[in-house]
């Protein structure tokens, strides 16, 4: 059973972004880039089910400049198999890597795409939906547990107050949520094997996709400051504060 694993290079999570002055975006020169965490959480989900016999092989598919690489030997560092580089220079917008990861779909005919719930720059949350609609696949989001018995899979979903677990057939769309498991570490030996890894790249035109934005961004901007706080000297202040300034209570 092959699994596709999509994952995406973003500023790592802990760096603490700006905006670009002009308010065109965000400033990623210098900056420290990462695999998008709930995709390292996709690979290791996809290397527990190899490592307990389910899949056979994993593939980790990169959208974007050419320094993707290292994300994807990254996810081969942890367990991939291989990686497919789709190389561009343009903006992708989520509807333009789905329909990249579609054409994927239709060449490697996988039996699951696990991608992460969403990517931490951007937040859209949209590829893996409509991945699962472009190439009409059943899919399960935000998946905290998943089990694959056969050519079913039954994931659990962490829904507002409780767990919701739906059963649906391979191939299909699964995308992670934080707590689905822990990602391993990265080993020096895993990092040498994964260079040796086969890692293929592709355009967007070799796969038959217009990637060209359909969304334009008119402005970024900084959240606003925080006012500094005060001491107030006693409860009944707080609570007259509270009550008649701030106006929370
Ligand atoms: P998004 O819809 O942008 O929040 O991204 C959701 C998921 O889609 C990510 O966690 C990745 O698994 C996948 N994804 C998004 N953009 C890319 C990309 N450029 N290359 C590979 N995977 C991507």
Not at 35 to 58: Q, S
């Amino acid at each position: 059973m092959k699994v596709l694993v999509p994952v995406k290079r973003v500023v790592d999570f802990n760096v603490k972004v700006r905006v670009k002055s002009d308010g065109t975006g965000v400033d990623i020169a210098n900056v420290k880039m990462s695999m998008n965490p709930f995709d390292e959480i996709a690979v290791e989900e996809a290397v527990r089910l190899k490592e307990k016999g389910v899949v056979t092989e994993i593939i980790a598919v990169s959208c974007g400049e050419a320094k993707c690489q290292e994300t994807l030997r990254t996810a081969m560092a942890i367990g991939a198999d291989r990686g497919i580089l789709v190389e561009t220079t343009e903006e992708l917008q989520p509807l333009a890597v789905a329909k990249l990861l579609k054409a994927l779909v239709d060449k490697e005919q996988p039996s699951l795409v696990i991608l992460g719930k969403q990517a931490i720059d951007d937040d859209a949350n949209q590829t893996g939906q409509m991945l699962a609609a472009l190439a009409d696949l059943p899919q399960a989001t935000f998946a905290s547990k998943v089990e694959i018995a056969g050519d079913k899979a039954t994931v659990t979903r962490e829904v507002d107050g409780g767990l919701e677990t739906i059963a649906l057939s391979l191939p299909a769309v699964i995308t992670t949520d934080l707590r689905l498991n822990e990602p391993r570490y990265v080993t020096l030996p895993n990092i040498m094997k994964a260079k040796k890894k086969q890692l293929d790249t592709v355009s967007p035109a070799d796969l038959g996709v217009d990637v060209a934005p359909r969304l334009k961004t008119l402005k970024v901007s900084e959240p606003p400051k925080r006012g500094a706080g005060i001491k107030v000297p006693d409860v009944a202040t707080l609570v007259d504060k509270l009550k008649n300034e701030a106006k929370v209570i």
